[in-house]
């Protein structure tokens, strides 16, 4: 049983280490979200922090409730996006590791 333990907690340190470093890469990226057929075009990173926004100009002469509304759009493109990415960067990490029912990892 003593082996078996110690071989699951080495198998949670690694998880936690790759995890670290996969949350650590994700925050890094930069995802582009779209709207208006790319009109809009809004940059974040992993962490959702908006990098840059990018507008064409013949949108400018449109209305403004039309120009927030595609900027809204953009923004929850790039949201979208950088949700699935995450999910499916960190959805692999724990494939290896059975634990017992009931025990849950301290991070």
Known sequence: MKNGLAGIMKQAQ???SDFEDAQKELANMEITGESGGGMVKITMTGRHDVK???IEPELMTEDKEMLED???AAINDAVRKVEKTSQEKLSGLAGGMSLPEGIKLPF
Do not use: G, I, N, S
């Open 14 to 16: 690694k998880m936690k």
């Open 70 to 72: 595609l900027v809204a």
């Open 52 to 54: 840059r926004v990018e």
